[in-house]
Nanobody
Framework: QVQLVESGGGLVQAGGSLRLSCAAS????????LGWFRQAPGKEREFVAA????????YAADSMKGRFTISRDNARNTVYLQMNSLKPEDTAIYYC????????????????WGQGTQVTVSS
């Protein structure tokens, strides 16, 4: 079973940047998709971006393209989410999860969620 640990969240002013990390252990990731989702208070968990470990193709929610970039470090079994030009509406807990479904952005397809990391963007 895969264990995921997120880190890198914090408090940042609008327009600032953060880089989140998701470190995976326990299983090879070659057949999985790793995804970032976020959940703001009172809202459903929302897809942010994902990377297919085999091949490394990436995709992101339309509203975050151009601001958020997902990448990976194979040697460290870690996925990163670089977030630039942050807005107050980006405030949420950010989670990473894995899915055997190639190219999925559907929350129920993902599991083995980490504990999440809080991102707060002040105006």
């Amino acid at each position: 079973q895969v264990q995921l640990v997120e880190s890198g969240g914090g408090l940042v002013q609008a327009g600032g940047s953060l880089r989140l990390s998701c470190a995976a252990s326990g299983r090879t990731l070659s057949s999985y998709t790793l995804g970032w989702f976020r959940q703001a208070p009172g809202k459903e968990r929302e897809f942010v971006a994902a990377i297919n470990w085999r091949g490394g193709s990436t995709y992101a929610a339309d509203s975050m393209k151009g601001r958020f970039t997902i990448s990976r470090d194979n040697a460290r079994n870690t996925v990163y989410l670089q977030m630039n030009s942050l807005k107050p509406e980006d405030t949420a807990i950010y989670y990473c999860g894995i899915s055997p479904a190639y190219g999925s952005r559907w929350y129920p397809d993902f599991g083995s969620w980490g504990q999440g990391t809080q991102v707060t963007v002040s105006s």
